[in-house]
DNA sequence: ACAAGAAATTAGGTGGCCCTAAATATGAAG
DNA sequence: CTTCATATTTAGGGCCACCTAATTTCTTGT
């Protein structure tokens, strides 16, 4: 019997289950109240408060004071949320003019109100894409993810080319900082200079000036290293 | 200072204008509290107390024991709804496959969680369609709506010429016969008879058997008289 | 004018989801 | 092995939006 029968399935639960996955709440360590409480914007008792009914649904595991892991039921709630939000971005961008540092506030709302038969739709019309405009994987209706293993921008070595793959869709001012020097996923770009102690690493992409980028964006922007300036 | 500054703009508030507003909470007499329980699905208490918050919120004046009218503020929400309802199914229709049987109840949902933003791009993408799929007349963003001055089916004298134009969305089995039998909003068709003490009309659609429509549904189809066959 | 019936409201209660403050468990350092 | 900082949970409360049962108000027929 389907834990997803009770009909616990909220908007707030839907985002606890995404966020818990995204967390990493399928392998390696339980995740921690105090992060889901961060990634969600609540304080911790509220966390704590959910966790015990999401557990009581069958949706996740809980060793108390250690962390929670999903379930079989709670990763399926998750992927589907996951996929539903991917699509919902792909569509935003290509049908109807979004840009892509604007989609991700719409599709957080609209991932909880349309059906699955609309998601289908979209994907349809998109001819079943396997990107977000951010580069991420788009799950399967049936729940598969591709395994991505990109690396981080900011540990390349200097002289060597890359391709940026994927970037956090979180923050819309570094999206629109990325754009505003030319980086979008695909974009190739050389390596040009790592300053030591993780300081700003400077690439240059194709007819543009060398661009330092900081530690920190650098670390988070996932590339592939590439041997030559071509294009893909 | 504006109403709509307190966050109470909920799914359900919003839902409860929205029927309030369709109600005739705009003119004529206040709309009765069973009245909107019966369009909610909810239980009249519920309603007593919803309007209780949306009265000091000021979207609607009650009258205790009469029923409620809406304010300026509470038509002003409604009419966004009503908009962003129609558009919704406009590009449901237009764009994704859907039928004028089965959009309604994704836009039941999708109205509360999109934006203006979205909703003014669907509208462009659409050539700011001023009908939707079932003839329904779409407000502007401003507010304002076309008056409609349609003739119920069931009152055509026999041998007149008519042309749909206007049909309830809520219910999808009703939506589905319409279709069944050749009648889509523009279609022309003459009455061939009508029975006495409110029986059946039959109508004929071009190319069609002559066809009985009980005199319930026949009330429910908004018409413009035609003088001859000719299409639109 | 009054009693019955219909409609609405009030009373009292539930679950969901959030909060702050207080208590408690854990783990790292001394 | 104790102490202390930190993480977590518990306690207690608020608001929303629903419910059923009881009460009150309105209307209407006699
Ligand atoms: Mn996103
Ligand atoms: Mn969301
Ligand atoms: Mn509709
Ligand atoms: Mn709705």
Redesign the pocket.
Known sequence: MNAVGSR?L????ED?LKAIYSLGGDAGLPV????I?DA??????????????LAEAGFLE?I????VRLTDDGRRVALRMVRRHRILESYLTSKLGYDWDSVHDEAERMEHAVSDDLIERMAQVLGSPSYDPHGAPIPTPAGEVEELKHVPLAELGVGQWGELRMVSDKDPERLRFLKSVGLEVGTRFQVIERQPFNGPVTIRVAGRQPQPLGNELARSLGCAARETEGAA
Do not use: D, W
């Open positions: 616990l909220t908007r707030s639960t606890y921690q109240t105090a992060a409480a969600l914007g609540v304080a911790a008792p509220s966390v704590s408060g959910m966790l015990r009914r809980h108390p004071y250690r962390g």
